[in-house]
Structure formats: C-alpha cells, structure tokens
C-alpha cells in the first residue's frame, strides 16, 4: 500500500532529517534514507520512525 503522498513529503529521517523515499523491500515497503543507508519499516501505511528498528539498506555502503 502506497504511502500518502502529503505525508511522504512532509517526513523526515529522524537521524539526519533528510528526505525519505518509498521502497520496496525483501521485508514489505519501507521509507529509505539513502543518506543512512536505513531502512524505516512501514506498518499498515504507518511509518516508523524509530531509529533503533530501522534496517540497513541492501547492498554495499558507498
Ligand atoms: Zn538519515
């Protein structure tokens, strides 16, 4: 399920407070912050954006 757009716009990482993209991961879609390289879970359309359960982006760090 798509995250809303208006809301996709407005949210931030909480680490770096940088943009966030949609994506869809091997665990269900989550919010990427390619600065982190973290993976922010999205639980029924909700994000969260807890740091400590945030996942590390696949593939190797740049
Ligand atoms: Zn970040």
Do not use: Q
């Amino acid at each position: 399920m798509p995250i809303h757009p208006e809301l996709l716009a407005i949210v931030r990482c909480p680490k770096c407070l940088g943009a966030v993209s949609e994506r869809d991961t091997a665990d269900g879609p989550g919010l990427v912050c390619e600065k982190c390289r973290l993976v922010y879970p999205v639980v029924n359309e909700i994000p969260n954006f807890l740091v400590e359960e945030a996942r590390p982006l696949d593939g190797a760090p740049k």
